[in-house]
């Protein structure tokens, strides 16, 4: 089934856009797109505990596959979690009302050397399965995305424990601990290149690392810490084709930093203009970036009218080249269905994305 809109199949229009090729329109999708929002998601929910649903392939794929359903979206994300290989390093994680908590947290160098590294294959087989299963359900034209949390949000939850504002424990091994927290992010890294080539082997055609928490760093700390992990992960993944979409949040000081990550893709919040950050880019690096985002997920509680008019201002910001619409951050649980209708069907729309080309060469 070719995309609504477009010349091309989903995955071939997923796949262009993210290697900046041209495309008649931008593929779209929204972060957390499986989730509360969904009222067959919270059917199932009342059933099955959170991490039930993580480990267990069928659930995980019924849950991946009721957005396409309800929305039909250009890309499947498979559901899951980026707390998922934390446990598998050795910290058990629990998913509570107030969020995930990590009781058994990491302080100490003998913590960091305590983690176990573990193989994607075997010891978190439930992930690839779904991600085949999705791969045969959705056939040859539908993208399906893997994704797993960039090394410093990773150890933002090992070593605060649970989200706390500020993560002041990670901040505080940051500058009493520096060695700690560089050999902390090297074995997130090393077992997340692994866990991500588990994904791409299963048939995932991109993969998104989310860095949700790397807005607390400094330019310096960001380059120090979190950029040399990221450039470990994406060395050792060796993307080739394969695009690796890096997302950060609160970001707009690291961008530059971000560009050096060995991402294809980067993945920004509502704050940057994506006009002006791909000019910066193309500045500092010499190309045109393809970039992820970036409508403010509050934008959803708007009118349908309000919700075209965000999608269309994103669209305007790249001219809808080289560019996934997304959201700047997950949906939230309680935007009504018919509004993330709204907003995938608007970016569908090719030919008032053509318009805003138009528009902007004008
Ligand atoms: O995008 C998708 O649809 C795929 C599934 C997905 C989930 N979490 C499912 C989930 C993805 C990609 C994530 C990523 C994730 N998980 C991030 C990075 C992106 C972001 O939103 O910042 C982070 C920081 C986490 C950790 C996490 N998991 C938190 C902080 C929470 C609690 C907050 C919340 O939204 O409830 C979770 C739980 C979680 N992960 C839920 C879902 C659908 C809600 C759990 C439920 O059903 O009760």
Redo the contacts with the bound molecule.
Sequence with gaps: MPAPGSQFDRKSLFQRACRGESTDRAPVW???????YLPE?RAL?AKHS?LEVCKTPALAVEV?LQ?FQALAMDAV???????VPAEAMGLPIH?GDG??ELPEKIRRREDVARLHDFDPERETRFLPDAIQQLCRALGPEVPVLG?A?APW?LAC?MVDGA?RDGFPETKRMLHAQPEVLRELLRRIAQNTARYLQAQFAAGASAV?L?D??AGELSRDDYDAFALPALQQLTAALRPGDSPVIY?S?ASSHLLESAARSGATVLSVDWRVDMAELRASLLAATGREWPLQGNVDPHALYGSELSIRAAVQAALAQTGGRAHVLNLG??IL?DVPVESARAFIHAGQQRLENAAVGAAERA
């Design positions: 929204m972060m957390r797109q499986a989730g509360r998601y929910r959170f991946s957005p994300i498979v559901f899951s979690d980026i707390l998913f969020g995930p994704f949390g949000t939850y989200g998104q989310f949700t928490w997302y949040k951050h997950g649980p």
